[in-house]
């Protein structure tokens, strides 16, 4: 049996409110990045408008909470910049990068090719095993350094391994044994 989804927009003291509803048991309720903070709740079918309503006005401090906090976001900066902006930050991670490659070529025993530096919006770095080419996102100046440190280690990683499967991820413990609590300041 094929299951419907019905999806409509409640505006609830002020705020857009994009309601789905479907198959499932309780609401769930979260802020997006998109278009600057998004609120959206998921409902099950027969739950009614005055409920949500309700169920919104309850969450309306951790709700505006959530959206200062996306708004002072890196993400946030980052949408907003300037071309100086934009240019400060690749300065910042050119001048970084080489040296963390460098530093951990030695120590994982690999070797990279050719290094770029892009912004971009959706990935924080890539790499071409056959080329050893490694491209670093600028957007990673307005985060902690160890985030630069684990996307090069990460990168580097792939020039053992091509997939994120589990000897990639064994590479990333071996290297980097705090990976994924640097992992969890990028996203």
Request: aromatic content about 8%.
């Amino acid at each position: 049996m094929a299951s419907k989804t019905n999806i409509n927009v409640l505006v609830v003291d002020g705020l857009e409110v994009k309601v789905t509803r479907k198959r499932i048991k309780n609401l769930r309720l979260r802020v997006t990045p998109h278009n600057g903070g998004s609120i959206e709740i998921s409902a099950p079918y027969r739950t009614s408008d005055t409920f949500i309503r309700s169920f919104i006005r309850e969450k309306r401090a951790w709700i505006d909470a959530s959206l200062e906090k996306l708004a002072n976001s890196p993400t946030a900066q980052a949408e907003s910049a300037s071309k100086e902006d934009a240019a400060e930050w690749k300065a910042i991670v050119a001048a970084a990068t080489p040296l963390l490659i460098e530093h951990w070529e030695r120590i994982i025993g690999v070797k990279a090719g050719n290094l770029a530096y892009r912004n971009m919006k959706s990935r924080w770095g890539s790499c071409q095993p056959s080329t050893g080419r490694i491209c670093i996102n600028t957007r990673l100046a307005l985060y902690p350094p160890e985030c630069l440190e684990y996307v090069v280690v990460h990168e580097l990683c792939h020039l053992i391994e091509r997939s994120h499967g589990p000897k990639f991820y064994a590479l990333m413990d071996k290297y980097l044994p705090d990976w994924k609590t640097r992992r969890a300041k990028l996203r």
